[in-house]
């Protein structure tokens, strides 16, 4: 498949006179897909059960006689007034207990049934409308799950369904006892503070507790919302299976783990992420203000690697940016425009690792509500944004470049968004997250000039790797520990990987891997300015684990306690490490392993796939790196033969 450019289109909210023009324009600018309709559910029916199809129709026309290929979105992201009207009870509802109102978007609770059902019945209408139109080549089902916080919501129907889904998972539960509800209490360890139940309608949510709810309710709790996500998805890609070819994906957003990604994925044939560098620098990045200021109009380095690589695992190798960033975002707390030079590079950023389509968030900016003020490649008037020199310079170089380049890592981290909730319920200190010692390691290897594959921790095998990273996964599936046995080099474990079971019981890591010794004597959690130093370079910081092992020893800490034990071809860290220390670590395995490696200059990255090798500037200034001059807010391209 060639590598293209996209843009997000909303026609309903321009006169019709001007769409004809807005295709031209498109068209002349290297565009070939174009996103619509996944915000537009008031206008497709306006009325319960009575639709408009005739603008929609047009649209699709026009666009068509373009040649610009459509992507169309199922527009269940925005429920109109009057199905709040009908289902008031399907708002979602806060922690607090107050229900959050019409009058934005993603006003829905996942578990409100005939919410759902009404969902259904607009998909299938519209699917079997537009599933045999020449000019629908893909299907985007809703918009951003888990934005603004959606995923988990403290309504009647989510406590109806949670108790439901107990019910059935505890009466499926092959433990010692035999009544359901028993079976829970000794999964949940509910002899604990006289927490037993005697029914599952006593079980409400796990909030506003006097102290911290058990973990495991907590765990529970979080995982029926992530299912809700996965069904919901899965509901609407059957119906319009049922009517379509077209793949069919959905557009994931950064930094959201609320959810299961995979699980949703399933039932796609593509992932998308929708990619805002500034906004996410400034908004979900643990960085310091240095940081911040130094990449303010460029982004951080990683955050978008990061993600690439993880869509491309969670699409089985089909991925796409379905929003590009073209210029100043809304909704951060500061919104700069990005640096001239930095949007051609985060497209062909996408393209390094294998995106299929680069899509930019919106054609024209906005005239009136919420996003007045995020840029789009047009003012509202139609006058072309600064960016539309940039987007016109990577049309130009598409023309001549190769088709979307696959490739296969030869390190690998496994990504697990299970594992999430068990740190996200008991991070042991402020600060500590999955994602955020994911993130790290996922940086260090970047650091050291390396191409990264994510992998599910349901993957079949770990064929074709050198070095598997397994950071924190504190609970671990069978089928993950059977391929950590199989695999014959080196995986790096920890810390907390493998301490909990599936009800958030404390278990052992050696437990998993007979011969392995390592038993977790306490762990603690400490403030930044009072690291654990270690008697090679670098230190922990933030958390670390005394353990007991008769193990090899590789690194100890400046007291003399193990930090990184081998048994085997697993080695287990037991601490968060900081740069120095997480690089001393992976430059011994690389030399073990016979990976190559070379230390990247500060803002310089570099990514590999089959055939190609880039570097990108995120600089704004020039660095001479290998022989090149890489010009500030650049990149430089290279066949590799």
């Known amino acids: 498949m060639k590598r293209c450019l996209g843009v997000c289109y909303y026609p309903e909210q321009w006169p019709r006179n001007i769409w004809e023009t807005d295709a031209q324009n498109m068209k002349s600018l290297g565009i070939s897909w174009v996103r619509i309709a996944e915000f537009s559910w008031a206008k497709i029916e306006p009325q319960p059960y009575i639709y408009d199809f005739k603008w929609l129709d047009e649209v699709i026309d026009i666009m068509g006689k373009n040649e610009i290929k459509i992507v169309l979105g199922t527009p269940t992201a925005a429920p109109p007034r009057w199905m709040v009207d009908l289902y008031p009870d399907m708002l979602p509802v806060e922690q607090s207990g107050i229900s959050r109102q019409f009058g934005s978007r993603r006003h829905y609770c996942f578990s409100h049934e005939k919410f759902v059902r009404?969902?259904?019945?607009?998909?299938?209408?519209?699917?079997?409308?537009?599933?045999?139109n020449p000019n629908i080549?893909?299907?985007?089902?809703?918009?951003?799950?888990?934005?603004?916080?959606?995923?988990?919501?403290?309504s009647a129907a989510a406590l109806n369904g949670y108790q439901k889904w107990l019910k059935y998972k505890f009466s499926h539960n092959l433990g010692k006892k035999c009544n359901p509800i028993d079976n829970l209490n000794h999964a949940w360890g509910n002899n604990f503070w006289s927490m037993t139940y005697a029914s599952f309608d006593q079980i409400g949510f796990p909030i506003n507790c006097v102290t911290d709810p058990n973990p495991a309710h907590s765990l529970s709790f979080l995982e029926y919302c992530s299912e809700k996500v996965a069904e919901f998805n899965k509901r609407q890609a059957l119906i319009i299976k049922k009517y379509s070819s077209s793949p069919i994906t959905h557009n994931f957003m950064g930094k959201i783990t609320e959810f299961d990604h995979f699980k949703v994925s399933d039932n796609l044939d593509f992932a998308s992420w929708d990619s805002y560098p500034l906004g996410f620098l400034e908004d979900r990045i643990s960085a310091s203000e240095s940081h911040r200021v130094t990449y303010a109009r460029q982004g951080d380095p990683d955050f978008q690697a990061f993600h690439h690589d993880l869509y491309r695992a969670v699409g089985n190798g089909r991925w796409w940016v379905m929003e590009q960033q073209p210029g100043s975002v809304?909704?951060?707390?500061?919104?700069?425009?990005?640096?001239?030079?930095?949007?051609r590079?985060?497209?062909?950023?996408?393209?390094?690792?294998?995106?299929?389509v680069v899509s930019f968030f919106r054609w024209r900016q906005a005239q009136s509500a919420q996003e007045q003020l995020h840029s789009g490649l047009q003012c509202p008037a139609g006058k072309k944004m600064p960016v539309t020199n940039e987007i016109q310079e990577i049309s130009s170089e598409l023309k001549n470049a190769s088709e979307v380049k696959k490739s296969k890592s030869q390190i690998g981290i496994v990504f697990d968004y299970e594992s999430e909730r068990y740190w996200r319920i008991q991070p042991h200190g402020k600060g500590n997250s999955y994602f955020d010692l994911v993130f790290d390691f996922y940086r260090g290897l970047r650091k050291l000039g390396q191409s990264i594959d994510f992998i599910s921790p349901n993957a079949d095998s770990f064929d074709g790797y050198k070095l598997i990273v397994i950071p924190g996964a504190m609970f671990m599936e069978n089928k993950l520990i059977e391929k950590i046995n199989e695999f014959s080099h080196t995986v790096l474990a920890g810390p907390r990987t493998g301490c909990r079971d599936r009800n958030f019981n404390l278990k052992r890591f050696s437990s998993f891997f007979p011969g392995f010794d390592l038993e977790i004597i306490v762990s603690e959690t400490f403030r930044p300015e009072t690291p654990v130093r270690l008697s090679e370079e670098g230190c922990f910081v933030s958390y670390r684990e005394l353990i007991s092992t008769s193990a090899q020893i590789l690194m100890k800490t400046e007291s003399g306690d193990p930090a990184l034990i081998s048994y085997g071809n697993i080695q287990y860290l037991a601490g968060w490490p900081d740069e120095s220390a997480m690089k001393n670590i992976f430059l011994r395995i690389f030399e073990d392993e016979k990976l190559p490696f070379k230390q990247m200059p500060e803002g310089i990255r570099?990514?590999?796939?089959?055939?190609?090798?880039?570097?990108?500037?995120?600089?704004?200034?020039?660095?001479?790196?290998?022989?090149?001059?890489?010009?500030?807010?650049?990149?430089?391209?290279?066949?590799?033969?």
């Open 606 to 641: 570099e990514r590999r796939n089959t055939g190609e090798c880039f570097w990108f500037n995120y600089n704004d200034f020039e660095v001479e790196f290998e022989g090149f001059k890489i010009p500030s807010a650049n990149f430089i391209r290279r066949e590799l033969k």
């Open 137 to 154: 080549k893909a299907w985007q089902i809703d918009n951003e799950y888990g934005c603004h916080e959606t995923t988990i919501s403290y």
């Open 345 to 356: 590079v985060w497209t062909w950023e996408a393209f390094a690792h294998g995106a299929e």
């Open 118 to 132: 009404h969902c259904e019945l607009v998909v299938e209408i519209i699917a079997k409308r537009y599933g045999r």
């Open 330 to 343: 809304n909704w951060a707390p500061f919104n700069p425009m990005p640096l001239e030079g930095m949007v």
